[in-house]
């Protein structure tokens, strides 16, 4: 196993992922640098009091003409691009001629075609290794990054055909350190593949929430009972519109494909429902509950992951600070939790979130065993 206490990490960018990353460096592997490039220089300051990073600058320390100070990571032994996707082509060329040798250049992009594409015209194959940590937040930012978001989430690892084999082993082994999945996938059907399970999703989500937007009543009665199903299927439109938007800009065949397929698919069962096609119907739900039902519980994805306990309680006064203090005196962390008033599609009363999975079957132990019941 590698010793990556040794290596100087970069950062061009540090966000909600790559701060994410950084804090799990420092977290597993505590002697590391780490330098760091970020526009804006409060987030800079937060990341270096925290202890993250050892070094770093923001946009007003960069030269005129420039994006970032690309000298400042020629030591870098692994460097990370984690500007949103253009940015991240667009700084490739930037960094080309400051590489230290042997580097290993990566992203975390939610594309990987368009990057690949200008690292070959830019003559990078040989160190370029394409990444995408399928995880996030429905937060932005290096304040909401969190190295637990990587725990059990599956990283993309998409080497160039250059590159070689022992580089691309050592990067499996740091995604591996870091305690995320790495999975290797060529570059082009990782594009085909998240349209279909990330990114047309996106599309359809904020097409729901538009939906409702538009169709409900001026009392917002639509808005005050949409909970349950509504709120789990639009929740990831919270997410940044300006990485959607680029997403959108980079991976636009594989989406407009995908949709086409899934508009044609509403298409038939609203013809079914209009037709009032029983068999049919019946099968459209049924085929896909059995396929949902193959999923685990555990499997990570390109869907933002959530940790979610419902737990019945009494409606009288203490009922949700008693909830709350057992499970903080048992040192699990809550990251929210709330009141279903609509119940119509879920049980429990109470939703309680978490940041990982662990703190879920912990939390679900502890509650059973003082006779909760807990879904």
Request: aromatic share 8%; proline share 3%.
């Amino acid at each position: 196993m590698t010793d990556f206490n040794h290596f100087t990490f970069g950062f061009v960018g540090l966000g909600l992922i790559g701060g994410s990353i950084a804090r799990a460096i420092r977290q597993y592997w505590p002697s590391a640098i780490i330098r760091a490039f970020n526009p804006s220089r409060d987030a800079l300051e937060e990341a270096m009091g925290d202890g993250v990073v050892n070094s770093g600058h923001c946009r007003e320390d960069v030269p005129e003409g420039h994006a970032f100070n690309a000298a400042e990571f020629e030591d870098c032994d692994i460097l990370f691009l984690c500007a949103p996707v253009q940015k991240n082509a667009e700084n490739l060329a930037e960094i080309r001629d400051h590489l230290k040798p042997g580097a290993i250049l990566t992203d975390i992009g939610s594309t990987k075609r368009d990057i690949h594409e200008h690292v070959r015209e830019l003559g990078l194959t040989s160190c370029f290794i394409g990444g995408h940590p399928m995880t996030g937040s429905e937060r932005t930012r290096y304040h909401n990054s969190k190295a637990s978001i990587l725990e059990n989430a599956y990283y993309i690892v998409a080497p160039e055909k250059d590159v070689p084999k022992e580089k691309s082993e050592m990067f499996r082994e740091f995604v591996e350190s870091i305690h995320a999945l790495p999975l290797m996938v060529d570059c082009d059907f990782h594009d085909y593949a998240v349209g279909g399970i990330s990114h047309v999703p996106h599309v359809v989500s904020a097409a729901l929430v538009n939906l409702v937007r538009k169709s409900d009543s001026p009392e917002a009665v639509m808005k005050t009972i949409a909970a349950g199903g509504f709120k789990d299927i639009t929740r990831i439109s919270s997410s940044s519109p300006v990485m959607w938007q680029q997403i959108c800009m980079t991976n636009g065949d594989n989406i407009v494909s995908l949709l086409d397929d899934y508009i044609a698919g509403l298409k038939t069962i609203r013809d079914e429902i209009a037709e009032k096609k029983s068999s049919q119907i019946y099968d459209f739900f049924d085929s896909a509950r059995q396929y949902r039902d193959s999923f685990t519980d555990t499997d990570s994805g390109a869907l933002n992951r959530s940790f979610v306990l419902h737990v019945d309680i009494e409606d009288h006064a203490g009922m949700l600070a008693e909830v709350v203090t057992i499970l903080g005196v048992n040192g699990i962390n809550i990251k929210n939790i709330s009141i279903t008033h609509n119940r119509e599609y879920q049980e429990g009363a109470l939703r309680i979130e978490f940041y990982s999975a662990g703190a879920l079957k912990d939390a679900q132990e502890i509650l059973t065993i003082r006779s909760y019941n807990v879904h």
